[in-house]
C-alpha cells in the first residue's frame, strides 16, 4: 500500500499533461490503479477497456511490463500488444520498489499510419461504436518527444519521492527502524543492534522483515546506506570517498561494488548523470 499526497500529485499530473498531451497514470507496487490525468477521457484504451477480451490483454502487457520494470528498477519503454507507445518509471527507495509512473497511449510518428490502419481494421465500428473517432485521436509524438517525456517522467519519480508525496505506507515499528538507521548511519548496525534498541526477540525481528520489507533486515539497512548515498551524489559535492564513510562503509573498494551492483552504475557515473 502506498500513501499519497493526491492533491500535489494531481496538479504535477495535469502540468505534465499540459507539456506533453499524454496521459499519466499511478500505480502501486502490486499494479494496482491510484491515480491518473486525465481521469475522465474517451480515449481508445478506455474503450477498449470495458472489453473483457482485450480488457484482460491490456492487464497481462501491463504487468508483465510492470514485473520487467521492478526487476531492473529502471524505466521500461516499449510498444504495446497493439502498437501504442508506453513507458514505464518506478518509484522506491531502500525497502524496494513503492510503485509506477506510468505514460501511454501514443503512436509514434513512424508507425502511426499502419497502426492507425491495423486497428480501424480490427476494431469494427459497428461493433465498437465511437471506436474509429478514438483510434484517429490517439496522439502521435516524434521518438525526440517520447525521450524528452521519459526524462520529465523519472524526474517526477524522484520529485515525488523527495518531497513524500509518495511514501510506502509502512507500519509504526519499521517507521521506528528507519530513524535508526539514519540516525546511525554512520555507524555499524547489525540485527543485533536494533533488537537491543527495541527489545525486542531477533525471530520477531525478522518475521517484521518478512512481512514488511520483503528483504532481510541486514539488506534493508544495506538498502538503506545507498538510497541515501544516492542523495549525498546528488544533492552536495562531497566527495565520493566521503559519502562511502558516511554511509557506513568503512572499506571504499566495498562500497564502490556494493553501489554498482545495486545501482548499475559506479558512484561516479551516478553522480554525472543525476546532477
Not at 100 to 111: A, R
Not at 182 to 187: G, P, V
Not at 236 to 244: E, F, L, Q, R, Y
Amino acid at each position: 500500500m502506498l500513501n499519497i499526497n493526491i492533491s500535489n500529485l494531481h496538479k504535477a499530473f495535469k502540468d505534465f499533461h499540459t507539456l506533453t498531451n499524454i496521459k499519466i497514470v499511478l500505480y502501486d507496487k502490486n499494479g494496482k490503479y491510484l491515480l491518473s490525468y486525465p481521469k475522465e477521457d474517451i480515449t481508445f484504451c478506455k474503450l477498449i477497456g470495458k472489453i473483457p477480451e482485450w480488457s484482460q490483454k491490456c492487464n497481462d502487457c501491463d504487468y508483465a511490463n510492470f514485473d520487467s520494470c521492478s526487476k531492473l528498477k529502471k524505466d521500461v519503454y516499449y510498444q504495446c500488444h497493439l502498437g501504442l507507445s508506453e513507458a514505464i518509471v518506478p518509484i522506491y527507495d531502500a525497502g524496494g520498489i513503492l510503485g509506477f509512473v506510468m505514460f501511454g497511449q501514443v503512436l509514434t510518428e513512424k508507425n502511426e499510419h499502419k497502426t492507425r490502419k491495423l486497428l480501424n481494421q480490427k476494431f469494427n465500428s459497428e461493433l465498437y461504436p465511437d471506436i474509429n473517432k478514438a483510434i484517429q485521436n490517439i496522439p502521435v509524438k516524434t521518438e525526440a518527444e517520447l525521450e524528452a517525456s521519459i526524462t520529465i517522467l523519472k524526474a517526477l519519480a524522484l520529485y515525488f519521492l523527495s518531497n513524500k508525496w509518495v511514501t510506502p505506507a509502512k507500519n509504526e515499528f519499521i517507521r521506528q527502524i528507519d530513524q535508526y538507521i539514519k540516525e546511525h548511519i554512520s555507524h555499524t548496525i547489525t540485527a543485533e543492534d536494533i533488537c537491543s534498541e527495541f527489545h525486542i526477540k531477533r525471530t520477531r525481528l525478522y518475521s517484521i522483515a518478512n512481512e514488511y520489507l520483503n528483504c532481510s533486515i541486514a539488506e534493508y539497512i544495506r538498502n538503506f546506506r545507498i538510497a541515501e548515498a544516492c542523495r549525498l551524489l546528488t544533492e552536495t559535492n562531497i566527495p565520493i570517498t566521503d559519502v562511502a564513510y558516511s554511509t557506513g562503509f568503512s572499506d571504499y573498494g566495498h562500497f564502490s561494488r556494493i553501489f554498482k551492483q545495486i545501482k548499475g552504475h559506479s558512484a561516479s557515473a551516478y553522480r554525472k548523470s543525476n546532477k
